[in-house]
């Protein structure tokens, strides 16, 4: 049994927790998510979205969005990601999400080490490994995996020979092969070793 999660990094202020998913992938864009979640709010399963199989994760995502205060998740093109670089995309990506969440937090918990301000002056903390260590982080690590997952596995419809529905676009060997086989799609990201 995990550790239980911390519910915030400083009681009494909102706290928005910030993640993305599919930033180690070879296509398709990288999804950012930010959450607000109530004062107090804990869940038996919750914890990095890594650490959870897709079903636990398909249970969280519907009490996730129900019960957060605000929620928003952003999705960043292969495109911007050869554009900008990933990294940037990431932080980018988080930035928006915050932007679009309808309550202003009073502080970003960030997973991981790099951050940029936001547009707005809302402080932040980086926290490396933050998803297995904060509630909202985690929370935010669902929503962005969870809502990736998904549209990938609508674009393997029009890309099925890449298996996007079980690979999700990481860098598996068959993946790759596919990608050597066939060559890249529009959603690969040309700036990644494919």
């Known amino acids: 049994m995990s550790e239980p999660l911390s519910l915030c990094l400083e009681p ?21 998510a930010a959450v607000i979640l109530p004062e107090g709010f804990s869940h038996p399963l919750l914890r990095d979205s890594k650490k959870l199989t897709e079903k636990q994760r398909a249970l969280l995502r519907p009490i996730i969005e129900r019960e957060a205060l605000a929620w928003c998740v952003v999705m960043v093109s292969a495109e911007e990601i050869d554009r900008i670089n990933i990294l940037q995309a990431s932080i980018t990506g988080m930035q928006r999400a915050v932007s679009g969440l309808k309550i202003k937090p009073d502080h970003l918990l960030i997973d991981g080490n ?11 903390t980086c926290i490396v490994h933050g998803d297995a260590l904060y ?33 999700k676009a990481y860098p598996t060997k068959a993946h790759r092969e596919a990608i050597r086989l066939h060559g890249p799609t529009p959603l690969h990201r040309r700036s990644f070793k494919l």
């Open 12 to 32: 009494g202020r909102i706290e928005a927790g910030c993640d993305e998913a599919g930033r180690g992938c070879l296509a398709g864009p990288v999804s950012c």
């Open 135 to 167: 509630t909202s982080i985690a929370a935010a690590s669902i929503l962005a995996k969870t809502h990736r997952d998904e549209l990938m596995e609508r674009l393997h419809e029009q890309y099925p020979a890449y298996d996007w529905a079980t690979n």
């Open 114 to 124: 790099r951050f940029t301000p936001h547009p707005d002056g809302i402080p932040h």
